[in-house]
């Protein structure tokens, strides 16, 4: 008898366990399916945007207050309001050229804001919103260099940033013009405007509005300017809804002229 309680106690302990175990997984499977890309950011109460920290007015870091700002993140403040009722609710991460894309493949951000240039190559990898913002590369030089223009640059050294449409557009440009460069590649622009000023390079090459951060009484921007370039922001492919939500976003800033708002604001047109 007493085996038999024994016996009968197990089974219903086994059932209890197996019942509760099917429930909490029937559970977790239900919000899996349901689970879509906004879903998710809503679930976790934040979006998770890469910004760029070191383009001033874009999105740069201030170092006295540690607070991130510039026109990219307005605009990312502008998607999480649209998705979360509220523009606080995001956490931003600081991306280079390099990293972004690594980033967003790895899930930890939801999109990129960061001076993204939308290109047929890239469009293959990522889903690029509708253009918020035009620009195209140039050169900065040191004053002294009395380097004018492209061909002026002739057997000179560049820098550029690693992954960055820069060198590429400047090497297809170079070429027109009859003009040999070399390039060097850094991880971040500070190191290239460190190279500027120390004289590793003759000359410092990305997108105009990046450029202008960096300007300073020693350094001019030449006037030429190559292969404009439009930004966009850049999310995962599948999450097609996330992809559709910023792109309204967008749209509806640049209806209502927020966007016009913004870009002077920021004094970048
Ligand atoms: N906008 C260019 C690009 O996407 C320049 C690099 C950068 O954004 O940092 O490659």
Redesign the pocket.
Known sequence: MKKLKVIIGLLLTVTIIALTGCSSSSQKSDSGAAGSDIKAIKDRGTLKVGV?VD?PKFGYKDPKTSKIEGFEIDLSKAVAKKILGDENKIEFEAV??KTRGPLLDSGDVDMIA????I?DERKKSYNFSEPYFK?S?GLMVKKSSGIKDLKGLNGKTIGV?Q????KQAIQESAKKVGSDVKFLEFSS?PEIKAALDSGRVDCFS??GS?LYGYLDNSTTILNERFTP?E?GIASKKGNDELAKTINETIDEMKKSGELDKLIKKWGIQ
């Open positions: 760029k383009v280079t050229a960061a001076t993204f240039t290109t620009d590369v940033a992954s960055a449409t820069s622009y990305v997108d990046i370039q930004y």
